[in-house]
Nanobody, 127 residues
Framework: QVQLVESGGGLVQPGDSLRLSCAAS????????IGWFRQAPGKEREGVSC??????????ADSVKGRFTISSTKGNATVYLQMNMNSLKPEDTAVYYC??????????????????WGQGTQVTVSS
């Protein structure tokens, strides 16, 4: 059974750092692209970043470029989204989701492109 489980969310202050995890099971992560998305209250779900396991390709939304880093450890069926120190802003508050698509990164920011979704983890940035 394919499963994606996000973890690592929480309440943090502006400027703090946070690392989200997306644990994959039921499929071989090496053949998939993992995307991170977020949805703030009253807003549409938007693409944040992607990681293509087969070739190591990564991409970021302009809003997080230089602040967030996506990564995965070879052999570890987990993809991380590191929200770097001094980078988190109140506007990053959202439920963060990961999603999986078989193959290389293509239309990674398109929600409909993905095969599987996790349930999400809440990130709240507030002083």
């Amino acid at each position: 059974q394919v499963q994606l489980v996000e973890s690592g969310g929480g309440l943090v202050q502006p400027g703090d750092s946070l690392r989200l995890s997306c644990a994959a099971s039921g499929f071989i992560l090496d053949y998939y692209t993992i995307g991170w998305f977020r949805q703030a209250p009253g807003k549409e779900r938007e693409g944040v970043s992607c990681f293509s396991s087969s070739d190591g390709y990564t991409d970021y939304a302009d809003s997080v470029k230089g602040r967030f880093t996506i990564s995965s450890t070879k052999g570890n069926a987990t993809v991380y989204l590191q929200m770097n120190m001094n980078s988190l802003k109140p506007e990053d508050t959202a439920v963060y989701y990961c999603a999986a698509k078989y193959g290389l990164a293509g239309s990674w920011s398109n929600l409909e492109w993905y095969d599987y979704w996790g349930q999400g983890t809440q990130v709240t940035v507030s002083s």
